[in-house]
């Protein structure tokens, strides 16, 4: 009888274990990204902006239509160069305002791009800043860049 008892324990403890390993690397906090800067001069409300990641390759963000206009749709795409995404997601916060959780998952479209649509947060100012934090899960690392522009109220 106690062999058997034993053997449960065992099992048991077995079967234990076996879950811990299991559940660990999904509550294992994410890396932390690598910040890169975007290339000087960089105004999403002008046009695409890049920056490089170290070791290599290059990200782009494009926002669309221009002017960007809160609480209107805005198409996002992001390209990749000589680097291979995997997720891909951009956060547009206010620079010197709170403006909320405004977080979009960028859905693949292939050869390296990634899109989706996005809609900003109504401020109560005629002028606003933003950043776009593109935040990129590669094959080189985790990366994020945060591209500025601004918006007026109309």
Same mark, same amino acid.
């Given at each position: 009888?106690?062999?058997?008892?034993l053997g449960w324990i065992g099992g048991l403890?077995?079967?234990?274990?076996?879950?811990?390993?299991?559940?660990?690397?999904?509550?294992?906090?994410?890396?932390?990204?690598?910040? %890169?800067?975007?290339?000087? $001069?960089?105004?999403?409300?002008? =046009?695409?902006? &890049?920056?490089?990641?170290?070791?290599?390759? @290059? +990200?782009?963000?494009?926002?669309?239509?221009?002017?960007?206009?809160?609480m209107r749709a805005v198409s996002v795409q992001?390209?990749?160069?000589?680097?291979?995404?995997?997720?891909?997601?951009?956060?547009?916060?206010?620079?010197?305002?709170?403006?909320?959780?405004?977080?979009? %998952?960028?859905?693949?479209? $292939?050869?390296?791009?990634?899109? =989706?649509?996005? &809609?900003?947060?109504?401020?109560?100012?005629? @002028? +606003?800043?933003?950043?776009?934090?593109?935040?990129?899960?590669?094959?080189?690392?985790?990366?994020?860049?945060?591209?500025?522009?601004?918006?007026?109220?109309?």
């Open positions: 009888m106690r062999g058997k008892i403890g077995a079967i234990g274990v076996g879950v811990a390993l299991a559940v660990t690397p999904m509550v294992l906090p994410p890396a932390e990204p690598i910040e %890169v800067r975007a290339e000087s $001069g960089c105004d999403l409300q002008r =046009g695409p902006c &890049s920056a490089e990641l170290p070791g290599g390759g @290059r +990200m782009t963000l494009v926002l669309t239509p221009r002017p960007v206009i809160p992001a390209t990749f160069d000589n680097v291979l995404a995997r997720e891909v997601s951009v956060d547009f916060k206010g620079v010197d305002m709170n403006m909320g959780d405004n977080r979009f %998952v960028l859905g693949p479209d $292939g050869s390296g791009r990634f899109s =989706g649509t996005a &809609s900003l947060s109504v401020c109560i100012r005629d @002028r +606003m800043e933003w950043d776009a934090w593109l935040l990129a899960n590669t094959d080189q690392g985790l990366f994020t860049a945060p591209f500025r522009f601004e918006t007026r109220r109309q």
